[in-house]
């Protein structure tokens, strides 16, 4: 008889393909199947040709070659096709089965399912996997969350072909009960979204303003990653920039200026609406992508509107450096903003994130790892209950070192027409967040006034609610006091 396998997946799409040789290769014996059964074979006869790979053609038979507790792990699409899968694989499981969710799955639909699948005697786990095709490959960052009695069951097998930092660390560790680890790779999601609007700003402005070729920007984005900008996002950058078509001219310069997006940035910036963050970056990046979709129309608009011609006359090398710190404190920020969205949550769901741990994982194996991240971790390590990552000694001193160039350079933009909404709408946020005294005394009373609002007084407890008879005409009656 033949040994049963460590674990099943079902999916045999680039990303689910990938992890099964990265399994395979750390010594776990996986079965796979897919919907198409053809799939299946051609894998078998293809890339998992000799190897320790099981084929199956059956729901039924993928479940009857595994070793118990049976792991049973999803990649495929999110939405609809995950409850059906689910549902199907539920009367043919034993109790303490545990079924495993590793696609980019909304966190409520995971809270969801992991009560649901509890319910039937079953585990459930809902895993972020982070790192694409490559590092599917030969390590992701994995985050997983759910039914914590089933993490001794699938720890080795995760931590085995998770990407590994500082000495063998893996990128891979309990996030938190039902839906934690899909949230967490939805802020990196989201964070994703910032850094890479951000890159694009910056390659704007030297494109625009500085008139570089993208050798020329090659060469910056080059020396920018050999220094603490080193990231994977600023490395590829580096890539695309010297990569030519095969008339050897630039890649980049052929492709349009349209992007898509797949949701995740957007249920981040939803979520941080719901819970009152002030995510006002990642918000800014996924607009950033919407109207960059709107191609017609801006091709149409630019024939009508006018703005200011691009034209620097100043200092090139300095003026490069101060887009290099006007990247880096946006950046500052919008991890800063992202890890507000995670505590926001986690006193929401009742989580318990580990917050340096958290970066640890984002450390190596996904896609917005960077050396950037370990200066997270070490202010975690420091004081796990810091406020603000923007209050941690070594993120105040590189921010307020940043300042000059990252002003001269939202200036800059703005006085020769460059939008740069990430960067304009980091330094707004750390603006206010710095500010003492901001004006919504003006706009409490403007919403007391229409409204009758009511508002606190600097002069009384806070906790105590007013309402002026403005126009002489109002009564005294106010509105109830509440904050959506």
């Known amino acids: 008889m033949s040994k049963l396998s460590d674990i099943g997946l079902i999916g045999l799409a680039v990303m689910g393909e990938n992890l099964v040789l990265n399994m395979e290769s750390k010594g776990f014996t996986v079965s796979v199947f897919n919907r198409s059964t053809q799939k299946v074979d051609d894998f078998l006869s293809g890339r998992a040709k000799g190897k320790n790979i099981k084929g199956t053609h059956s729901i039924e038979e993928l479940v009857g070659s595994l070793d118990r507790p049976r792991k049973v792990m999803l990649m495929i699409k999110a939405g609809n096709a995950v409850d059906d899968m689910i549902n199907t694989l539920i009367p043919i499981l034993s109790p303490g089965d545990i079924i495993i969710d590793g696609g980019n799955t909304h966190f409520p639909d995971t809270n969801r399912r992991t009560a649901f699948v509890e319910s039937k005697g079953l585990l459930y786990i809902g895993a972020g996997v982070s790192g694409g095709e490559e590092g599917a490959l030969l390590g992701p960052s994995i985050m997983p969350g759910g039914s914590k009695a089933a993490w001794q069951f699938v720890k080795p097998i995760f931590q085995a072909i998770a990407a590994k930092v500082d000495g063998g660390i893996p990128c891979c560790d309990w996030v938190g009960e039902n839906g934690a680890g899909h949230f967490v790779k939805m802020v990196h999601n989201g964070i994703e979204y910032g850094d890479m609007q951000l890159i694009t700003e910056a390659y704007q402005i030297m494109r625009d303003l500085l008139h570089l070729s993208a050798d020329e920007m090659h060469l910056v ?8 900008l080193d990231s994977y996002l600023i490395e590829i950058t580096r890539d695309i920039l010297a990569y030519k078509d095969t008339d050897g001219k630039p890649l ?3 492709i349009l200026d349209t992007a898509g997006q797949k949701g995740t940035g957007k249920w981040t910036a939803i979520t ?20 960059s979709a709107i191609k017609n129309e801006r091709v149409e608009a630019s024939k009508i509107l006018s703005g200011p011609t691009p034209n620097n006359t100043g200092d090139k090398v300095k003026f490069i450096n101060d887009i290099k710190e006007a990247l880096y404190g946006s950046k500052i ?9 995670m505590k926001a949550a986690a006193e929401e769901y009742k989580w318990k994130l580990n917050y340096g ?6 450390r190596g194996g996904c896609i917005i790892r960077s050396a ?15 406020t603000n990552l923007l209050l941690d000694p070594f993120f105040k001193d590189k921010i307020e070192k940043a300042q000059s160039g990252w002003r001269n350079i939202i200036s800059a933009a703005a006085m020769n027409g460059i939008a740069v909404p990430a960067m304009s709408s980091a330094l707004g946020y750390f603006d206010g967040y710095r500010c003492e005294k901001l004006p919504a005394n003006l706009l409490q009373a403007q919403r007391d006034y229409f409204g009758a609002h009511t508002y606190e007084r600097t002069d009384k407890p806070r906790g105590e609610f007013f309402h002026t008879n403005w126009t002489g005409r109002g009564g005294t009656t106010a509105s109830s006091t509440y904050n959506v």
């Open 252 to 254: 980049v310069d052929k």
């Open 357 to 362: 741990g958290i970066a640890l994982m984002w």
């Open 221 to 228: 984005f080059k020396e920018w990653n050999e220094g603490e």
């Open 333 to 341: 920020v919008s991890y800063a903003q992202g890890y507000e969205l």
């Open 272 to 291: 941080a609406l719901d819970m009152g963050i002030p995510l006002t970056l990642i918000g800014e990046a996924v607009f950033s992508r919407c109207l």
């Open 372 to 386: 950037f991240l370990g200066k997270i971790k070490e202010a975690y390590d420091n004081n796990p209950s810091i």
